[in-house]
């Protein structure tokens, strides 16, 4: 009976130890991922195409939107209209209206 006690108090201290160093190395990522997030890419990304904008129009408003951000991204996902990937997109979004439209047609057949 003594040694079934030690075995757990063991088994009790690994997964101590085990949950400790996970919960550093998490800390670590999320500090990590901080440092180099996609926020602070569109940000930089932000920057530039206000420095563009401020070449040909002299002056940009200060404050960033969302709109200002979506747009950004937008240029990183699809860089052009003839590329894969904004076609990729295109059709995905065409799938996802028709399934949209094709669920609410069946729930109204059935009501």
Not at 53 to 68: H, M, N, P
Request: net charge positive.
């Amino acid at each position: 009976v003594h040694m079934i006690k030690q075995n757990t108090n063991l088994k009790g201290g690994i997964l101590a130890a085990w949950v400790a160093v996970g919960t550093v190395m998490l800390v670590r990522g999320i500090r990590r991922d901080r440092q180099s997030s996609t926020a602070a890419t569109t940000d930089k990304l932000l920057e530039k195409v206000k420095e563009e904008a401020r070449d040909k129009a002299g002056e940009v408003r200060s404050s960033t939107s969302f709109t200002d951000r979506l747009k950004v991204i937008i240029k990183i996902i699809c860089p052009g209209l003839k590329t894969k990937e904004t076609w990729f997109i295109v059709f995905l979004s065409v799938l996802l209206v028709s399934r949209t439209v094709l669920s609410v047609y069946i729930a109204e057949m059935v009501e």
